[in-house]
């Protein structure tokens, strides 16, 4: 028995012998025993020369060559280790204007007398069916008329020789294809297959199926396997399709069966020089032991098992990278060892580099195996399931410390280890090892949310299927997220900045047209109007102009020298109410100058900065940033007009002010000065004339205080505290700030929108990166039975629940009242929005306000202030630019699982995500080992799940799986099966028994393991029911 399993090789299932009445050279007919056996010694040598490791004989209408063969092998059991398979050619009935050619191969195990009664079973198709004689070969021809003798490169004459006759007889002659199907009924199905040519010699692709559809399909489905050398025709029989036409790959299947079948191209030699040696160096490589049960297994998975061509990748890849196949692990005990229990004493696996199933009863050192094979190989793993220090490791009774294994790789380099040790984390690894411990913990860091192993190792796959190109010298991905995000998060910033400005102009003016502040005015209003009321309600008696007394000169002049006073205090006044007025727009424009300036200030320290943090990518790119990057910056302009308001408020202060006297300079009086002295130099003068004039000058002056009462109440818009001013600002907060408001939110609605098409456009980045493994992904999902894997990059909230409600005081009314409520709330709503849409978004902030203004009872909406609900010490504005600053928003890149995030899935999809992410994009190309991939996972998620990532993943790497599943080892068609068992009375002495799948005891031992027996299955089997499928799709023309 091969204990490595499967392998590739090369088979030649198409040779003839000297049996055959086409054989170049010597010819057994005719010939002594001792003529033939020198004759077959140099038919053994010419295979013995080659290296394809099975033939099979496929002489016209004779098993003679294989017997004699046989016979020689038989007496001669060391001349060859070929496998040497039965087989016959003939010409089958059928409706062509060409002989179709059909081959039977047999199983080398079958009696010689079973073949000769398959022989004796053909007949030959006509009106009268004669059994395959030579008599009848010879009969057969002797009726043909002369015509058709002179086609076949015979004469009327030749009928009178026997040997011509006979030739005739065996290229002309046909079988009936109901002959064939008893012949084969009598050897037994299993026991050969049907091989039909297809585009070699009179192969059934001329069959013209248009005209005769029943014949073409019937051909199609019977034959087990087909012959051809045409590239687009081997792919579409092993089920890989059309290269531009993808209905007819489907369309093609459908007719052979609704199944891929295998492909042959056998060499048809006809001379010994000739053995292996196939037409167009199209040679046929099947994986499979050289047996008629690993022909029976090819026929089983033909798009896993066959390929014509050059070597297959698999064999190049192994020939090609020696360091990444483990071919043969031995385990002893070490030097001086008493332990007297053999445990693993003895055992020598050699390993299958494609994918080695681990299968054997519990604890019958399964995982045991998976273990040491990764310890072997350096793992870094710290989960081992067996050699650990509860198990095989514990400190009383350390028996790993009596075992040492040695790996031997491909390249021949041999790597010892003591089951006692640990791996050396200084050095890298050299198998990727998933134990279910090492899942299990993966998965609930998953489920936790936090940041995870797996996340490093999905970054890090990412970014080595980035092409090198587009790495940009960076050595990781969140160095190159970084920078290749940098100028969108600096303009994230810069609009983040134009929102918190604009949030606060927006309360500004919130605040200002709000309810209670309009009330308040309206209030203060009221107050100033009766202020007004009860100024002219308090009585002002009217003192009339006393006569004028001509001869009362001094009065008179009096009079006139306080009417001058008067005037020249109305002209200070004057002059004293234009500076003030002109102080005030100075003031103004000194404060919007200064702000200005500070904006200069900032611009320039923000140039200067942008200079520091890029100049050194400007000069690594080849550029000088100074010639890129050149800003004016003008202040002189702004600085003349600050200071010559700066000097016009000086004067100002002095004009209305005064100055104090100094040693240098004498004091200069102000016009505030000047209107007091002249006020009182008025009331002085009132006061010295006679009484009537007195009181009647005591009269005017009482009703300019009045009026100037009355004045100061009034106001203006821009005196605080009058009635103007209340009148404007309710005017202001009613008819004008309303439409300010509202071009303001839409001004911040743009922004936001902006702000969120930024973080788009990371998102874009994102998908840009993970493209090439979304490829790969997509590729593994065609399979019919696959799941797709989604990489998904979205822009996502990221704690928005928790935040925002800190805000919030529970306690108080509002939409965001008690606990639970409020929770329940807010996760209704981040529910209802998609954040990757710009739309959704703005209208996601825009529910938010309005569940903070608008407090719904009783399905009517009452207004309410957002302040009332704040709690203590929260401010409106970091509200406001928590909602609307979005930092809360951030781009995931993400797994996805059949449509289903990572959060949605079971633990064991959770585990088989895992697994296909390791299986599918892992760029590593070193051995992986898999502990119980099928765990907490149903038979159908087995196979939707993982059975083609595994299929795919052995392509190009070794594949190790510890199982219990059937579906595993045998739907993933393992190509070494490891049986393992532990003999407890002896020692505990473990047993691995390793071969193909195939071979008759391993199958044995599998289905024992996995199915409960064979009689177990078998009933199983008998009880479910499999669909029927009707197949009646035709071939259309595929072209070469």
Not at 644 to 664: M, Q, S, Y
């Amino acid at each position: 028995m091969n204990t490595v399993g499967s392998t590739w090789n090369k088979w030649d299932l198409h040779v003839h012998t000297p049996a055959s009445f086409h054989w170049e050279g010597d010819r057994f007919e005719g010939k002594t025993p001792e003529q033939k056996d020198a004759i077959c010694n140099k038919v053994i040598d010419a295979m013995n020369a080659t290296d394809v490791i099975a033939f099979c004989i496929m002489d016209y209408w004779t098993f003679e060559g294989y017997k004699i063969l046989n016979d020689y092998i038989s007496r001669h059991p060391d001349a060859t280790t070929k496998r040497i398979f039965p087989g016959i050619e003939f010409r089958l009935d059928a409706p062509t204007n060409y002989r179709l050619n059909a081959h039977v191969l047999f199983s080398d195990e079958l009696p010689l007398d079973t073949l000769d009664a398959f022989l004796t079973t053909l007949r030959f198709s006509g009106p009268v069916e004669r059994p395959v004689t030579r008599a009848n070969f010879i009969a057969l021809a002797q009726n043909y008329a002369g015509d058709k003798l002179r086609l076949h490169g015979f004469k009327i004459e030749d009928r009178g020789n026997d040997a011509k006759m006979l030739e005739c007889g065996m290229k002309t002659a046909e079988v009936s294809r109901e002959s064939l199907k008893h012949a084969i009924e009598t050897v037994g199905k299993e026991h050969c297959l049907f091989i039909l040519p297809y585009d070699t010699s009179d192969g059934v692709s001329d069959l013209d199926w248009q005209c005769h559809p029943y014949s073409d399909a019937t051909l199609m489905k019977w034959a087990d396997c087909f012959e051809s050398r045409k590239k687009v025709h081997v792919d579409l029989f092993l089920g890989n399709g059309h290269p531009t036409k993808p209905q007819i790959g489907l369309d093609f299947i459908e007719n052979l069966g609704g199944f891929p079948k295998p492909v042959f191209s056998g060499s048809d030699a006809h001379k010994t020089s000739m053995y292996g040696v196939y037409p167009s160096e199209r040679a046929t490589w099947l994986k499979a032991q050289p047996t008629f049960k690993g022909l029976r297994q090819v026929c089983n998975e033909p798009s896993l098992r066959c390929h014509i061509g050059d070597r297959p990748e698999k064999v190049v890849h192994c020939d090609q990278n020696p360091t990444k196949y483990i071919k043969t692990l031995r385990l002893t005990k070490v030097v001086g060892s008493l332990l007297d229990e053999h445990w693993f004493h003895g055992c020598e696996i050699e390993l299958n580099p494609g994918l080695v199933a681990i299968v054997g009863n519990k604890g019958s050192g399964k995982s045991a195996l998976a273990d040491i094979l990764a310890l072997g190989a350096n793992s870094h793993c710290s989960s081992m399931e067996f050699l650990n220090g509860e198990r095989f490791r514990r400190s009383t009774d350390n028996k790993a410390q009596h075992f040492e294994a040695t790996l031997l790789w491909a390249d021949g380099a041999p790597v010892q280890i003591g089951l006692a040790n640990d791996a050396d984390l200084h050095q890298p690894e050299r198998v990727r090892y998933l134990p279910q411990h090492f899942i299990e913990d993966l998965c609930n860091e998953i489920a936790t949310g936090n940041d995870t192993r797996f996340e490093s190792e999905l970054r890090k796959v990412i970014f080595e299927h980035v092409p090198a190109e587009k790495q940009l010298g960076t050595g990781s991905l969140n160095d190159l997220l970084e920078y290749l995000e940098k100028a969108k998060r600096q303009a994230i910033a810069q609009l983040q900045q134009s929102i918190q400005s604009l949030n606060a102009n927006i309360i500004r003016n919130e605040q200002e047209m709000s309810h209670d502040t309009v009330e308040s005015y309206k209030k203060a209003l009221a107050l100033k109007q009766a202020e007004l009321e009860a100024i002219d309600k308090v009585p002002l008696a009217v003192v009339e102009q006393p006569p004028e007394d001509p001869d009362d000169e001094t009065t008179k002049q009096a009079v006139e020298q306080i009417e001058t006073k008067k005037e020249e205090l109305a002209k200070i006044n004057e002059q004293i109410s234009t500076l003030q007025t002109e102080r005030q727009e100075l003031s103004a424009e000194s404060a919007s100058l200064n702000r200005l300036l500070g904006h200069v200030e900032n611009f320039e320290s923000q140039r200067i900065q942008f200079i520091e943090e890029n100049q050194q990518e400007f000069e690594d790119a080849g550029f000088d940033i100074n010639t890129i990057v050149n800003v004016t910056i003008n202040r002189e302009p702004l600085t003349e007009r600050f200071t010559a308001v700066k000097a016009k408020l000086a004067e100002i202060a002095v004009l209305l002010d005064g100055k104090p006297a100094t040693e240098e300079e004498e004091a200069v009086p102000g016009l505030t000065a000047a209107a007091t002295v002249c006020d009182k130099a008025i009331t002085a003068m009132q006061d010295g004339l006679a009484a009537p004039q007195k009181a009647y000058q005591a009269y005017l002056k009482e009703q300019e205080a009045r009026n100037k009462r009355k004045a100061a109440v009034i106001g203006n818009a821009e005196t605080a505290d009058t009635i103007v001013y209340y009148e404007e600002r309710i005017k202001r907060a009613t008819k004008v700030i309303p439409d300010q408001l509202s071009e303001l939110r839409e001004e911040r609605r743009q922004l936001v929108r902006e702000l969120h098409e930024e973080l788009v456009s990371i998102q874009v980045i994102y998908e840009d990166l993970y493209a090439p493994v979304q490829k790969i992904a997509s590729e593994a999902a065609e399979s019919p039975h696959a799941v797709q894997l989604e990489f998904d990059a979205s822009v996502v909230n990221t704690g928005f629940e928790t935040n925002f409600l800190d805000f919030i005081h529970k306690g108080k009314k509002g939409n965001f009242y008690g606990e639970e409520e409020s929770r329940t709330l807010m996760r209704d709503l981040l529910r209802s929005y998609d954040f990757n849409s710009s739309d959704e978004v703005v209208n996601f902030t825009d529910e938010i306000i309005d569940k903070l203004t608008n407090f719904e009872k009783d399905g009517e909406k009452v207004p309410i202030s957002i302040r009332s609900q704040l709690r203590d010490k929260k401010i409106l504005s970091d509200l406001y630019d928590y909602i609307f600053c979005m930092k809360y928003l951030d781009i995931r890149y993400n797994l996805r699982l059949g449509g289903k995030d990572i959060s949605q899935l079971s633990p064991g999809e959770k585990g088989a995500l895992l697994l296909v992410f390791y299986l599918l994009l892992d760029t590593e190309e070193i051995p992986i080992i898999i502990d119980q991939p099928e765990h907490n996972l149903d038979n159908e998620s087995v196979v939707r799940l993982l059975v083609d990532c595994i299929r795919k993943a052995r392509a190009r790497r070794q594949v190790f799986i510890v199982t219990h599943n059937p579906n595993l080892a045998v739907y993933c068609d393992a190509d070494q099966l490891i049986c393992c068992s532990i003999d407890k009375a002896d020692g505990h002495k473990i047993k691995y028994s390793t071969g193909a799948i195939e071979d008759y005891k391993i199958n044995n031992f599998a289905v024992n393991v996995l199915e409960g027996t064979y009689p177990a299955f078998d009933n199983r089997r008998k009880k479910w029911h499999k669909p029927l499928l009707a197949y009646e799709a035709t071939i259309e023309e595929v072209g070469d």
